[in-house]
């Protein structure tokens, strides 16, 4: 363990030393203007005296001040924080390093030597840091001989200061340690510190730092450390950046009696701490064991040490079991036999000397890279080297491969191998096609998603009725159970029609599922009314009209107005009525109607052409003459209606009125006023008609309806 640490520290060591990166971080220097620090000083309470540690931050400065010594000052801060004393020195010589001969004195007495007091020597007095080579050295020019030096230097600098951070006595025998037992708890110090400075060169930094010896401060306990395994090897680690400590080293312990007892395991502070102190913030500390035995519960706990000598509480033990993670060699499958159309027979071979195999298990997927499914129930036997699925489907492609299982439970799987077999059945047709079609003409189908396990997707087709054919809208296979489209709203069909297929992995398409009718909303109006004719009266206007051919027409609206006045509804009438009367209106007015027709949905149609009606003059008289209607004498088929008028009346022509089978009298005939009889042919056998007439006058004004004549037609 001794000699893979000392490798593993110089190859690990860096031009930033770790004590010097541990004691950026708590060192308080107080000078006067902003200044990059060039020399560092920290320390720790410890009740009853004062641990103070320091360092130089480059190499020049540290050959310097070993050469001169360094001057530690301390003064006394009152309780409002004012200088009580000046300050005094703790020293009446300089600090500095030990003399050659004392440290050769003290690695001497040391049991077996003292590794890192000697690092120190080394690195203070030693003839050489460079590497030992047997080839013949070309002589140096200056600018390599200074670099040569230099980066010797920085190499003594470096083991120092890291020998300095591991020991104790190696910072006292560097001069970058000293304790203050001169002090009272309570009370508050400042210390000063700075190095001699060489004569005829300028003064070097100083450092301060401010104490009391009462804080003391806890050192806590390494956290997060984590455990995981490969076969004997047992791997540590925990995160640098969650100690708060400083340490500069680290002790590990094992124990293999479920933490009864515990033994060290390495005899020399462990660390491999390197980088940037940015980079160190991030920094994970590793550390690798090997355990003697498989299957068996180890405990590990790790405390830390830190640059005064202080040692942490253990960590919280973890436990790990280190097993085999070996798996034996991959089967190798040959292949795959084909028994029946839902029959397999998946045969295998197992390389290498594996003596740890525990089983094979045999699995099934219809996709390469995913999806596998064990077939055999129980692990199968060693022996085994072959297995026959049984529980294929006809017409489906498979991969198989076999898996091998060793006693630790480790495994490694076969390539995969491909049984391909036509498939010529087709999927079922969809079921549970339904939708809804929305305002904006998106509509949305839903189905069921199907039950094969070779179903590739679906195509939607669409008609605008039951018996048209259905043309496919969907470009790619529909993966899904859900589909999309849009329609147009305005136009005259109210239905849309959609059927779905399935397909599957063979492209083979199944028949149609029914097909499903959905309604557009409705956002076209209904067509509007159009007048066929009217008839007045003095106190009446009847109107007549051909309804909206709309088929889904609900209501009819009829407006009127007069001369400058607005539309007025006058009625809402039912789908079907074609004819309205108006009454109880003022004689001799002219009166403009309109209809609206308005749909199932509530849409409603422009205003259909008006039509204009006037009201006529009616005579005070009784009827303004009298009328009779017989057959003509020499036929059965033809009626005679003769009138006659009554001899004040002026007439500008006649109105003939006819009603059948004692129906409403509608206008028959306008006839000029100078005829007093009229034939009327267009009659049928076994009809009675009524006839009566009334006088039109000039002004367009109407008499009265004279009495009526009728005559019956014989069958």
Request: glycine share 4%.
């Amino acid at each position: 363990m001794k000699k893979i640490f000392i490798i593993s520290f110089i190859l690990s060591i860096t031009t930033v030393p770790a004590a010097l990166q541990a004691q950026e971080k708590t060192a308080r220097p107080q000078q006067a203007g902003p200044h990059t620090p060039r020399l560092i000083l920290t320390g720790a309470a410890m009740g009853d005296s004062v641990v103070l540690r320091w360092a130089p931050v480059d190499a020049t400065d540290w050959k310097v001040a070993n050469e001169q010594g360094y001057i530690l000052e301390r003064t006394t801060l009152s309780a409002d924080n004012k200088i009580e004393v000046n300050f005094e020195k703790l020293t009446t010589e300089a600090v500095k390093p030990w003399s050659k001969e004392t440290m050769l004195a003290n690695i001497s007495k040391s049991n077996g030597g003292d590794k890192y007091t000697a690092i120190a020597a080394q690195a203070l007095y030693g003839a050489s840091f460079q590497p030992a080579t047997q080839d013949k050295q070309e002589p140096l020019d200056e600018f390599k001989a200074l670099m040569k030096q230099h980066n010797e230097d920085m190499m003594r600098y470096s083991f120092a200061l890291f020998s300095a951070d591991i020991n104790v006595k190696a910072a006292t025998a560097l001069g970058l340690r000293y304790v203050d037992k001169n002090v009272v708890r309570n009370k508050k110090y400042i210390y000063r510190l700075y190095a001699v400075p060489r004569p005829g060169l300028l003064k070097t930094d100083t450092a301060l730092f401010i104490i009391s010896p009462k804080d003391v401060a806890a050192i806590n306990r390494v956290v997060f450390v984590k455990a995981t395994s490969h076969n004997k090897e047992i791997f540590l680690d925990w995160p640098k950046n969650e100690i708060e400590n400083n340490f500069t080293g680290f002790f590990i312990e094992r124990s293999d009696d479920n933490g009864k007892t515990y033994v060290q395991l390495n005899k020399d502070p462990f660390t491999n701490i390197n980088g940037t102190p940015e980079q160190l913030k991030h920094t994970v500390i590793a550390f690798a064991d090997t355990v003697p035995v498989l299957y068996k519960n180890y405990s590990y706990r790790v405390r830390g040490i830190n640059m005064f000598a202080q040692y942490s509480p253990y960590s919280l033990p973890v436990v790990i079991m280190a097993k085999d993670d070996n798996a034996p060699p991959p089967p190798g499958l040959n292949r795959t036999v084909k028994l029946s159309n839902t029959g397999y027979r998946i045969n295998w071979t197992q390389p290498g000397n594996a003596t740890d195999i525990k089983g094979y298990n045999v699995s099934r997927s219809t996709r390469l890279d995913s999806n596998y499914a064990v077939l055999n129930k129980n692990l199968l036997p060693v022996s085994a080297r072959q297995f026959v699925d049984s529980a294929a489907r006809a017409g489906q492609s498979y991969y198989y491969r076999v898996t091998v299982v060793d006693t630790a439970g480790n495994s490694s799987t076969s390539l995969p191998d491909y049984v391909f077999t036509y498939d010529t059945i087709p999927p079922a047709p969809p079921i549970g096609l339904a939708g809804n079609v929305d305002t904006n003409g998106v509509v949305t189908l839903r189905w069921n998603l199907g039950q094969e396990d070779d179903l590739k997707g679906y195509r939607i087709y669409k008609a605008n009725a039951a018996d048209h054919e259905f043309t496919p809208i969907s470009k790619e296979l529909i993966q899904d159970t859900v589909f999309t489209d849009t329609i147009v709203l305005k136009t005259l069909t109210r239905e849309i029609f959609y059927k779905a297929i399935a397909v599957d992995n063979n492209l083979n398409n199944s028949g149609y599922s029914q097909a499903v009718k959905l309604i557009k909303p409705d956002v076209v109006p209904p067509v509007p009314a159009v007048f066929t004719n009217y008839n007045a009266t003095d106190t009446s206007i009847q109107l007549y009209w051909n309804a909206s051919t709309s088929s889904d027409l609900n209501k009819q609206y009829l407006f009127r107005k007069t001369a400058g006045s607005d539309w007025v509804q006058v009625a809402a009438l039912d789908k079907n009525q074609s004819a309205y009367t108006d009454t109880s209106m003022q004689k001799q007015t002219l009166y403009s109607y309109q209809l609206v027709s308005e749909d199932s949905s509530g849409l409603k149609s422009d205003p259909s052409f008006p039509v204009n009606a006037k009201t006529y003059f009616r005579a005070k008289e009784n009827g303004d003459g009298e009328i009779n209607a017989t057959l003509q004498q020499d036929s059965i088929t033809v009626v005679k209606v003769q009138w006659t008028v009554k001899r004040n009346a002026q007439p500008a022509n006649i109105i003939l009125y006819r009603s059948v089978n004692g129906g409403v009298a509608a206008m028959y005939e306008n006839i000029p006023a100078t005829q007093t009889m009229y034939v009327d042919k267009r009659v049928s056998a076994g009809n009675t008609y009524a006839y009566s007439f009334k006088c039109v006058y000039a002004g367009n004004n109407q008499g009265i309806l004279s009495q009526e004549a009728s005559v019956a037609i014989p069958k």
